[in-house]
DNA sequence: TTTATTCTAGAATAGATGTTCTAATATGGG
DNA sequence: CCCATATTAGAACATCTATTCTAGAATAAA
């Protein structure tokens, strides 16, 4: 009951999302004329600045996780390769939150001043993906640096190359496919 | 002739690396405090706050690439692989640099509105890593993609999964040459 | 229709941060 | 020793941005 939402969550996330890379940084004004919202609306949905910039950070975390951890159980002639191409892939498919993951530092999107709520729910899924990492490491027989480096490190500088501003080449996923493998083959 | 300058423009610098890194943006106010000078010096040496940032950026900009063209001028049984490990020696040996390197965005480092003697200082500099490493890749018959990934895009996700918090891991380097030695090798 | 509830609207406000400005301070040369 | 020059100092100022606040609008239930 009530009067409806008329804006979606992600049309905000979004907004925030191009906010900061378009300018450099996110100023609320330009979220609200890009998602065409109040600022009444947008404070009467996210709080304050703190609580809107950390909920946009945690739907771009979680919405990756998601991807990635169920890549990283796909079977596999390498194991872990499938996790490795998740980024690129989640960057095609999802641009706006893969802008967010790829331009925005975790420091400024989750303040201090952020809900606890929020806190412990970033919380929550980072120690999520914390122990498949290293459970997948520990089943391998691989150091974790190592394939933090090959599952994580490595594709996300490869995509940083290109974006937010280029879309990403074609055989970018080659590329990474063949550093992630000589990182993931035994010893 | 003329009072002494009472600071270095590097001590500046490092307020601006530290600041970013520590409250996720950079204050004039958190800068003069951690390099111990007023706002008249502030302003009488760097003009503007975006003065001051686009300078700082260069300064970080300029000195990696002295060394990175440097290592990959240099003869290896892996041609560019000293390159590629320029980056974790420039992480350890100007962690301030490098900090600002790997934290900030150039969006908000080179505002619009620094002054157009710095964008142009940029450009030469950039212009001439560019050209640097497109002579590499051709000289190697390797497709210029596969090289920037192996040279710049892996150390730099590599050494972004630790810093600018935690210092970077020994065998990070081997990791590396692993990794940047698959994609170095001609095909 | 009426009422309770939820959301929208946007002008007004409060607070923080970049910038300016004038006086004071330190050096080298005449 | 005094002048010209360059730099420092920091309070006052101006601007910008987040936030608040009150009135109004849209929905469902009674």
Not at 69 to 91: E, N
Not at 117 to 138: I, Q, T
Not at 145 to 168: M, Q, S
Request: hydrophobic share 50%; with cysteine.
């Amino acid at each position: 009951m009530g009067r409806p939402s008329s804006f979606a969550d992600e049309a905000v996330y979004a907004a925030v999302a191009r906010s900061l890379v378009e300018a450099g940084e996110v100023r609320l004004q330009a979220v609200t004329k890009a998602a065409s919202l109040s600022t009444g609306s947008l404070y009467h949905r996210f709080g304050s600045r703190e609580g809107l910039m950390a909920e946009a950070w945690i739907d771009a975390v979680e919405a990756f996780q998601v991807k990635f951890l169920a890549a990283l159980a796909m079977p596999s002639d390498v194991p872990g390769l499938p996790a490795a191409l998740a980024t690129p892939r989640f960057c095609r498919n999802a641009p706006d939150r893969a802008a967010l993951l790829v331009s925005a530092r975790e420091r400024e999107m989750m303040s201090d001043k952020a809900p606890d709520a929020l806190h412990a729910r970033l919380a929550a899924a980072n120690g999520k993906a914390r122990n498949a990492l290293s459970g997948f490491a520990k089943a391998q027989g691989l150091p974790l640096e190592r394939v933090r480096l090959a599952l994580i490190g490595l594709p996300l500088g490869a995509v940083r190359l290109y974006l937010p501003k280029a879309p990403l080449p074609e055989l970018i996923e080659q590329d990474i496919a063949k550093a992630a493998s000589a990182l993931l083959k035994q010893a």
